[in-house]
């Protein structure tokens, strides 16, 4: 078994993202406290982990060296987050999403840590420089935002506050690769961070072409799983430039005319209500109707889709 001395990480919050956070440090050697206020809220957080874990070490998905036992016996509840914190190297926050809730959070955490554990947030859309404002640990502080479902989808967007030091966000950095995901830095601190601004411009002309009609809601759907999404899986949209012509100013020569009057045909933000949202819902519902059970069932779907196609791009040789 890899020494428990990788270090200890605690998770503040034992919810959906606050599970995940967990077994991806454990599958790096990491000895996991997941603190919560709820001990029911522990209790199912690591019982729904130990089975995931199962699961996961049958279908061959299990990351990390260790078998699942051995993860499993690196991750511990606990309930009193002064004892938790203790000689911690991270914390990452996994409340939810409230900015009160989370600032109260940080201020409690500012009373109690030391001068080397990083503080970090796993908030969605919270501004670092709302949730740090004023602590006195600032310095240690930063977002690391993953991309639901964590196990599956590797990357986190690390953005810090404009008083976050580097070297905070090196070792963050430096923690997410060892175990297995994928950080890319922000470099300051913009609305939306950089993964929901691009998945905001995508929704936004996917509902204006719905809108005017242009195409069916599940033919559009069918354009980026069927289409740009295969690509958009291996290649970001400025390599798909850069191989898409010979080379970046290749592209940029033969197509960025057309590019620029396509783009100033681009309508205004859509409302996102209204005739469209009925149109948009029934052909959704046709396809997954919206009670929990075809939700779930076909959420299931989408993860072992993504859990496949994770487990492709690590056998692909990387060039
Ligand atoms: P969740 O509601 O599943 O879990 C929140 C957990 O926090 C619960 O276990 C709750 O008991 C606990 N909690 C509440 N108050 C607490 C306190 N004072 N101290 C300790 N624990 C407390 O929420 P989820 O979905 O896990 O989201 C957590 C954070 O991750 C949010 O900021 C969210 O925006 C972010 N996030 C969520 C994603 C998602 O798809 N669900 C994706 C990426 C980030």
């Known amino acids: 078994m890899a020494s428990p001395a990788a270090g200890v990480v605690v998770i503040v919050g034992s919810g959906l993202i606050g599970r995940s956070w967990a077994m991806l440090f454990a599958s790096g050697g990491f000895r996991v406290k997941l603190y919560d206020i709820e001990q029911q809220q522990v209790t199912n957080a690591l019982e729904n982990i130990r089975k995931e874990m199962m699961f996961l070490e049958q279908s061959g998905s299990l990351k990390g060296s260790l078998g699942a036992q051995d993860q499993l016996s690196l991750i511990s509840g606990c309930l009193n987050i002064q004892e938790a914190v203790e000689g911690a190297l991270h914390i990452q926050e996994c409340v939810p999403e409230n900015l009160e809730l989370k600032k109260k959070i940080f201020a409690q955490l500012d009373q109690i840590i030391d001068d080397q554990v990083v503080l970090s947030s796993s908030t969605s859309c919270l501004l670092p420089s709302q949730l740090f404002a004023g602590l006195a640990h600032v310095q240690q502080c930063l977002v690391a935002h993953p991309v639901n479902p964590p196990y599956y989808v590797p990357l986190v967007e690390l953005v810090p506050h404009p008083e976050t030091a580097p070297v905070t966000v090196d070792r963050t950095h430096a923690l997410m690769r060892k175990i297995g995901q994928s950080p890319v830095r922000v470099l300051k601190e913009m609305d939306g961070f950089v993964l929901n ?97 075809h939700l779930a069932a076909r959420r299931r779907w989408r993860d072992e889709c993504l859990q496949r196609l994770a487990k492709l791009k690590r056998q692909m040789p990387s060039q």
């Open 197 to 293: 601004r691009l998945q905001y411009a995508v929704i936004s002309e996917a509902w204006r072409l719905v809108e005017e009609g242009i195409v069916s809601p599940s033919d559009l759907d069918l354009v980026m799983s069927d289409g740009l999404g295969m690509r958009y899986a291996f290649i970001g949209p400025l390599e798909t430039m850069h191989l898409n012509a010979e080379g970046m100013l290749s592209y940029c020569d033969r197509y960025s005319e057309g590019m620029k009057r396509v783009l100033k045909t681009f309508g205004p933000i859509p409302e996102f209500s209204g005739a469209t949202v009925e149109k948009v819902n029934q052909a959704m519902c046709l396809k997954v109707p919206a009670d929990p059970e």
